[in-house]
């Protein structure tokens, strides 16, 4: 699987670490899974014990006085001691008696006044007993508590040290979870800046950040949670079987049949989950983009009363998304945690029911110690297989949302190049270049111009005429589908996009300004941009006049898109950017159509600055801004249908006639 092996390969860059959690997480195991065996010899071997063969001996180290002679267990002689008379302590139900003579074989047990019997298999055998009252039993017991102390305490120490790795395995994993996420979210951060602008024609800005931040998230889970437990649970597993190995083949044997279980589990239950999760994921998505524009479209909202249909739109999203959250919730409850605990239930009262009877008989096959130790580990077979099963639905979660990060990550970048080249003199080339958006629907045909070193070319026409286009293939934003562009004789395609974009600088209508300060944004945190750099470029744009009344001067705070500041205000910010960059190209794309009067006249004196020694590039609506321009080309449906200075269009009485004339009328009935 696609998915899985990229995660994989992620989880690959961290080994080390994810290494010694595992190491961590097998001691766990391994000192947890020894507990039972620990329980199993102190009820056997100690409390249980006591049934073992006695033998008559000196008074010394484990022996027990009783009836004026002092007995020791079989269990606790050396090699050098000599055994004296053998002698049994059997318990009757609650009852435990003292027979002072080799018991010939084991049975059912009856007791009647100061007579045992013991039946097996038409075998009858009887003996006069003592019955012990509860001190004399505890001297018997004497010997054992010492051992069974340090059993407990040997216990603990496992429950101590279990705890302490389980705790550096979940430490260590967690770790590596966040390293692996961060380092993902940087990737997909990093490769975004790197996608083509046609990538984001089609794709909302909330969508994009919600694999960004939800899906990398969920992806978090899948490394914290699911992949944790997988581990362990997988290991416990493992452990408990070859436990159970060593305890009873039989048993082991039979628990294998959890395994095909789980796996046919797995199987239903993505058959759905997929399904459910592709939609929830794609549903977050859509919200989160809704909820984007709506908030940067709030002042339309508002003013056009469109309140109550932009609720409906975003209910009808939430609605879908709480439907299959719920579907979601009903295949859950159906295949988690209900039925393995149904599960777990039913194996544990099958084998309490089968082996328990037996352990109560004095024919046992298994014993007390045993059934506790199996018990126990079958519990705790179940238990990680429980934990296994209710991971399904962030295991489903956490894998749509990696298949929809790594669709991102697939996507075709453009190669980051730390090259640099000379400062361009500034001749650009536009030969017979043809160019769509989408495939066979051309928005430019056969375009021709050409643009000398500190020339200015201003493109005209209506909107939708083609300008902005030209200026986007100018950037490589896109390229060309016919035809090329060359700067200084070089074409524009054998450039990397970064290299070929050192010497350009582009004022767009609608500035951006990022979250910081005005010398930030003027800079873009440049290192070869210095303070004074900003500092006279927003003085030669005029700005220095326009943000005068700034406290903080250049240092004066930014909020996001720069709301606090008026638009003539963000826009001479955004001249003084392409200025401090010392541009060869210049590109002003409307930049006036957005400023008043006032401000417009600034940026006009700063203009006849900006443009000596630079080849600037003008796309204006306002025709009386360019009446000075070298070249004005005229844009009509893709095509330059005039071209020549000012006067020439005007006395060729064309298209560029019409607008100027249009124009000119309008302000004039405004004026009036």
């Not at 609650?94 to 013991?118: E, H, M, N």
């Not at 079958?378 to 990696?402: C, D, H, K, S, W």
Request: aromatic content about 10%; some cysteine; proline content about 2%.
């Amino acid at each position: 699987m696609k998915v899985v092996k990229k995660l994989y390969q992620y989880a690959t860059l961290y080994k080390s670490i994810i290494i010694a959690a595992l190491i961590m997480l097998s001691i766990s195991v391994a000192a947890d899974l020894t507990g039972p065996f620990v329980a199993k010899r102190i009820i056997d071997h100690h409390i249980l014990g006591i049934e073992s063969k006695w033998y008559q001996i000196e008074k010394g180290k484990d022996t027990v006085s009783f009836q004026g002679e002092s007995y020791k267990r079989d269990e606790y002689f050396s090699d050098n001691e000599k055994k004296g008379k053998e002698a049994r302590i059997l318990q009757v139900g609650r009852r435990f008696v003292f027979v002072d003579q080799p018991v010939s074989f084991d049975g059912s047990r009856k007791l009647s006044g100061d007579t045992l019997t013991i039946t097996k298999e038409g075998e009858k055998a009887s003996y006069k007993i003592s019955v012990l009252q509860r001190r004399e039993l505890m001297r018997f017991y004497q010997p054992e508590i010492s051992r069974i102390l340090t059993l407990v305490f040997a216990y603990f120490g496992l429950v101590v040290i279990s705890s302490i790795f389980q705790y550096g395995q979940r430490f260590y994993l967690q770790k590596a979870a966040n390293r692996i996420v961060q380092r993902m979210r940087t990737d997909v951060f990093e490769h975004i800046s790197r996608l083509s602008i046609r990538y984001f024609d089609n794709l909302p800005a909330g969508k994009v950040v919600a694999r960004i931040t939800n899906d990398t998230e969920a992806i978090r889970e899948l490394y914290v949670t699911v992949l944790a437990n997988f581990f362990s649970s997988t290991m416990n597993i493992i452990g408990i079987i070859i436990a159970l190995y060593i305890l009873n083949p039989k048993i082991a044997s039979i628990s294998l049949l959890l395994i095909p279980i789980l796996i046919i589990w797995t199987i239903f239950y993505r058959k759905f989950a997929s399904k459910y999760n592709q939609i929830i994921r794609a549903r977050v998505s859509d919200i989160n983009g809704m909820i984007n524009e709506s908030i940067q479209g709030m002042t339309v909202i508002q003013a056009f009363r469109r309140e109550n249909e932009t609720k409906e739109s975003f209910e009808k999203l939430n609605q879908e998304h709480f439907s299959y959250q719920n579907k979601m919730l009903n295949l859950n409850s159906l295949t988690s945690y209900n039925l393995i605990s149904v599960l777990k239930n039913i194996c544990l009262c099958a084998f309490i029911w089968y082996f328990g009877g037996q352990s109560l008989t004095a024919s046992s096959a298994i014993s007390l110690g045993m059934l506790y130790a199996v018990v126990d580990f079958i519990n705790r077979l179940l238990y990680p297989a429980q934990a296994i099963v209710n991971q399904f639905a962030n295991l489903e979660q956490a894998l749509v949302a990696g298949e929809r990060v790594f669709s991102l990550l697939d996507e075709p970048s453009v190669p980051v190049s730390d090259g640099s080249i000379p400062r361009y003199k500034g001749n650009v080339e536009f030969n017979h270049v043809s160019f769509g958006y989408k495939k066979d629907k051309y928005v430019l045909k056969d375009i021709t111009l050409s643009a000398k070193q500190g020339e200015t070319v201003a493109l005209v026409g209506h909107t939708g005429s083609g300008k902005s286009s030209i200026m986007n293939l100018l950037f490589r934003f896109y390229d060309c589908n016919e035809g090329s562009i060359t700067i200084d004789g070089m074409d524009i395609k054998n450039i990397p996009h970064q290299t070929l974009r050192e010497h350009m600088g582009i004022v767009l209508q609608d500035p951006y300004l990022f979250t910081g300060t005005i010398a930030s944004n003027i800079g873009l945190e440049n290192e070869k941009i210095s303070r004074e750099m900003i500092e006279k470029a927003l003085k030669d744009v005029g700005g220095d006049q326009v943000l005068s009344h700034l406290e903080e001067g250049v240092d004066s705070p930014v909020i996001e898109k720069g709301s606090t500041l008026s638009s003539g205000q963000r826009q001479l910010i955004s001249f003084a950017r392409a200025l401090a960059f010392n541009p060869a190209i210049l590109i002003l794309d409307e930049a006036t159509s957005s400023i008043d009067t006032e401000t417009e006249a600034i940026i006009q004196e700063a203009m006849e600055v900006l443009k000596k020694g630079r080849t600037t590039f003008i796309i204006a609506h306002r025709l009386s801004t360019i009446k000075n321009a070298d070249q004005i080309l005229v844009l009509d449906r893709g095509q330059i249908v005039e071209r020549g200075s000012h006067n020439e269009l005007m006395a060729l009485k064309g298209k560029y006639y019409q607008m100027y004339e249009l124009q000119q009328g309008q302000q004039k009935g405004l004026a009036g």
